[in-house]
């Protein structure tokens, strides 16, 4: 009974001591969901599509950050007047062909995130109503040579809404970048 007791104390410590933000919560599925492989199965091609429909706000979380169209389009989104906000990996200050750089000199609010060991997250938050999420990095690679997968949902407020509520967390404890 003893053991038993401890266990419990011991389990019920651990758990006190978890993130609130890393507990699963259920959202009921609805929307649509668009599904893209790669290589070659345009990834790419859906997201600068969805950017260019862009018409208030576009958040991103990306590790790796490396494509030319989808760097030129969230420039073109800003350039007519959508609020655009950037957080990468730590890794992009240092990543030969990042993109980081590019949206630094053109104004683009870019962060880095150097609070965790890496920052996986591949997110886009178009208009607070498309999510844009997935193993594909935002890379020429991604779309090329890697076997990845992206999904396109809309009409699924919650889900964005966590999403945006992750974002806002992890760019809270980022740092500007200003580029090289």
């Known amino acids: 009974m003893r053991k038993f007791i401890s266990a419990t104390l011991?389990?019920?410590?651990?758990?006190?001591l978890s993130p609130a933000h890393a507990i699963a919560v259920p959202i009921k599925s609805t929307g649509t969901i668009d599904v893209y492989f790669s290589p070659r199965g345009g990834a790419t091609a859906a997201v600068v599509r969805?950017?260019?429909?862009?018409?208030?706000?576009?958040?991103?979380?990306?590790?790796?950050?490396?494509?030319?169209?989808?760097?030129?389009?969230?420039?073109?989104?800003?350039?007519?007047?959508v609020k655009v906000v950037v957080v990468?990996?730590?890794?992009?200050?240092?990543?030969?062909?990042?993109?980081?750089d590019f949206l630094a000199h053109m104004r683009?609010?870019?962060?880095?995130?150097?609070?965790?060991?890496?920052?996986?997250?591949?997110?886009?938050?178009?208009?607070?109503?498309?999510l844009i999420t997935?193993?594909?990095?935002?890379?020429?690679?991604?779309?090329e040579k890697n076997a990845e997968n992206l999904m396109v949902i809309k009409g699924n407020k919650p889900l964005v809404n966590r999403y945006v509520k992750?974002?806002?967390?992890?760019?809270?404890?980022s740092i500007r970048y200003g580029g090289k």
């Open 10 to 16: 011991l389990f019920s410590a651990l758990l006190s």
């Open 166 to 173: 992750n974002f806002e967390l992890h760019r809270a404890h």
């Open 108 to 130: 683009i609010p870019t962060f880095i995130d150097d609070k965790h060991a890496i920052a996986h997250n591949k997110i886009i938050i178009i208009d607070r109503a498309t």
């Open 88 to 100: 990468l990996d730590k890794s992009q200050r240092k990543e030969r062909y990042t993109e980081a």
């Open 50 to 81: 969805e950017l260019d429909g862009a018409r208030r706000e576009i958040l991103i979380q990306a590790y790796s950050f490396t494509s030319k169209p989808i760097a030129q389009a969230i420039v073109k989104a800003s350039k007519r007047g």
């Open 134 to 143: 997935g193993s594909f990095n935002f890379t020429k690679a991604a779309e």
